[in-house]
């Protein structure tokens, strides 16, 4: 089994920040996969290359490390760098999907994911970490809310929407953004059969991290 407390699901569904506080409560790393798509598609558009055909050679000049740049806080450095604000913009954030759906990044990814598992436990964060990267975690999530709930929550949060965004817009990304992640033949965005469905819509954030963290208390216990 992988010491991993993989936390899958769609977009705005709360996946980061639950992941992020399950993290700083039991002390452990914390890796949020998709900065690491989001690093690809900034990488090349900044080189000038097209997202839509990116081949090895180019990937393997890429630098992308997972590091706690202060007591608690986990963030990928891409070329030595800490990218920041430019992994949020909403072109990132299409580019990000559109590289996720080419073999040759998801080979290239698959491995650098799995060189951040090691000894202690790490929860890791994304769209297939329970079906594909460790399909054997021992802990396994699939956090999702209403597609009406998670455009809600996006356009609530600064810097992720373009300035003057509606809510119909931010659905119409999102539900763009699903329709592609689901879709595609490599890794797509879906539970794992032996993973647990939780549903955010009516919770808090507070409510979500209690009941991922009771989940895991429990099945700690009986092992
Ligand atoms: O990582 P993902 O895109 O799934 O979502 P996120 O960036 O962690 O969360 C989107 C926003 O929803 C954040 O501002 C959260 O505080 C908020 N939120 C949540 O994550 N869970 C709830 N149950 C309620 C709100
Ligand atoms: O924060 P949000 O949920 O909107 O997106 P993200 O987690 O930063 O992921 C950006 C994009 O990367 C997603 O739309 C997916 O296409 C892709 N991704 C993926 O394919 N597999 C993962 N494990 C994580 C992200």
Same mark, same amino acid.
Do not use: H
């Given at each position: 089994?992988?010491?991993?407390?993989?936390?899958?699901?769609?977009?705005?569904?709360?996946?980061?920040?639950?992941?992020?506080?399950?993290?700083?409560?039991?002390?452990?790393?914390?890796?949020?996969?998709?900065?690491?798509?989001?690093?690809?598609? /900034?990488?090349?558009?900044?080189?000038?290359?097209?997202?839509?055909?990116?081949?090895?050679?180019?990937? %393997?000049?890429?630098?992308?490390?997972?590091?706690?740049?202060?007591?608690?806080?986990?963030? /990928?450095?891409?070329?030595?760098?800490?990218?920041?604000?430019?992994?949020?913009?909403?072109?990132?954030?299409?580019?990000?999907? /559109?590289?996720?759906?080419?073999?040759?990044?998801?080979?290239?990814?698959?491995?650098?994911?799995?060189?951040?598992?090691?000894?202690?436990?790490?929860?890791?964060?994304?769209?297939?970490?329970?079906?594909?990267?460790?399909?054997?975690?021992?802990?396994?999530?699939?956090?999702?809310?209403?597609?009406?709930?998670?455009?809600?929550?996006?356009?609530?949060?600064?810097?992720?929407?373009? %300035?003057?965004?509606? /809510?119909?817009?931010?659905?119409?990304?999102?539900?763009?953004?699903?329709?592609?992640?689901?879709?595609?033949?490599?890794?797509?965005?879906?539970?794992?059969? %032996?993973?647990?469905?939780?549903?955010?819509?009516?919770?808090?954030?507070d409510q979500a991290v209690e009941t991922v963290y009771g989940r895991i208390a429990a099945k700690s216990g009986k092992k």
């Amino acid at each position: 089994m992988s010491r991993c407390i993989a936390i899958d699901g769609p977009a705005a569904s709360g996946k980061s920040s639950i992941a992020k506080r399950i993290a700083e409560r039991m002390n452990l790393a914390y890796v949020n996969t998709g900065s690491l798509y989001r690093a690809v598609a /900034l990488a090349a558009l900044r080189a000038g290359r097209s997202l839509a055909a990116l081949d090895r050679s180019f990937l %393997d000049t890429l630098k992308l490390e997972y590091v706690e740049s202060a007591p608690g806080v986990w963030e /990928l450095k891409l070329n030595g760098e800490f990218p920041g604000a430019a992994l949020r913009t909403p072109e990132v954030a299409a580019g990000a999907s /559109l590289v996720a759906g080419q073999p040759a990044v998801r080979d290239y990814l698959l491995d650098v994911q799995r060189g951040f598992a090691g000894k202690r436990y790490i929860v890791m964060e994304g769209r297939d970490i329970g079906t594909v990267i460790f399909p054997d975690a021992d802990f396994k999530f699939f956090v999702t809310a209403s597609p009406e709930e998670r455009a809600r929550r996006r356009l609530a949060q600064s810097g992720e929407t373009p %300035d003057g965004a509606t /809510l119909a817009e931010v659905a119409r990304e999102i539900a763009a953004r699903d329709k592609q992640d689901s879709e595609r033949t490599v890794a797509p965005l879906k539970p794992a059969p %032996d993973a647990e469905l939780i549903d955010t819509t009516g919770m808090t954030l507070d409510q979500a991290v209690e009941t991922v963290y009771g989940r895991i208390a429990a099945k700690s216990g009986k092992k």
